[in-house]
Nanobody, 125 residues
Framework: QVRLVESGGGLVQAGGSLRLSCAAS????????MGWFRRAPGKERKWVAR????????YYADSVKGRFTISRDNAKNTMYLQMNSLKPEDTAVYYC??????????????????WGQGTQVTVSS
């Protein structure tokens, strides 16, 4: 089972940018569709974005569409989340996740089998 480690979180002012990374090991990275989720304080974990195995198709939650960009580099076994125009409501712990299912059919976190430990993103107003 692939192991995932997130990095790149931190404190940023509203309107700023951050890029999260998710490094994978222990499995054939290109065999997994990947996703980003986040859990805001006191709330349930929610899906943010996902990407197909070859990176050709991406999907976004409405709340981040146009501001966030998910990408992957299979040669480096790494996935990214570029976050621009950050808002205080983007404050959350961000998790990367992997699934052997197709990105086009997964609908919830239950579809993902491998998870990172999370990285904190805090956006100040």
């Amino acid at each position: 089972q692939v192991r995932l480690v997130e990095s790149g979180g931190g404190l940023v002012q509203a309107g700023g940018s951050l890029r999260l990374s998710c490094a994978a090991s222990g499995g054939p990275f290109s065999s997994y569709a990947m996703g980003w989720f986040r859990r805001a304080p006191g709330k349930e974990r929610k899906w943010v974005a996902r990407i197909t195995r070859n990176g050709g198709i991406t999907y976004y939650a409405d709340s981040v569409k146009g501001r966030f960009t998910i990408s992957r580099d299979n040669a480096k076994n790494t996935m990214y989340l570029q976050m621009n125009s950050l808002k205080p409501e983007d404050t959350a712990v961000y998790y990367c996740a992997a699934t052997v299912r197709l990105a086009s059919v997964v609908r919830s976190e239950a579809d993902f089998t491998s998870w990172g430990q999370g990285t904190q993103v805090t956006v100040s107003s």
